[in-house]
């Protein structure tokens, strides 16, 4: 099995910062990709970022240019830095990883629990 831990979130005000962090760990094999997602309330879940094994990153549109995907793969370890955040990024920000297990030969789809930013005054 996978785990997936993500830390830092919180209550931010317009135009600050916050970063989050993503622990995976358990019998993983191999990662393609890990990443980001969010959910405010009444809201589908949306992409925030992606970044894959090689360093290819993909942003949502919205989040291009304040937001920062990282990866240190010596730790399978993600990151996200925010900036200039605005109250519309309030909402519960899931991390995924990609990958396959040990002993396995198809890849799944991993989720942490999430990690609630609120961005307000």
């Known amino acids: 099995q996978v785990q997936l831990v993500e830390s830092g979130g919180g209550l931010v005000q317009p135009g600050g910062s916050l970063r989050l962090s993503c622990a995976a760990s358990?019998?993983?094999?191999?990662?393609?990709?890990m990443g980001w997602y969010r959910q405010a309330p009444d809201k589908q879940r949306e992409l925030v970022a992606t970044i894959a094994s090689g360093g290819t990153t993909t942003y949502a549109d919205s989040m291009k240019g304040r937001f920062t995907i990282s990866r240190d793969n010596a730790k399978n370890t993600v990151y996200l830095q925010m900036n200039s955040l605005k109250p519309e990024d309030t909402a519960s920000y899931y991390c995924?990883?990609?990958?396959?297990?040990?002993?396995?030969?198809?890849?799944?789809?991993?989720w942490g629990k999430g990690t609630l930013v609120t961005v307000s005054s």
């Open positions: 358990g019998i993983i094999f191999n990662i393609y990709a």
């Open positions: 995924y990883l990609r990958g396959r297990l040990l002993g396995t030969t198809v890849p799944g789809d991993y």
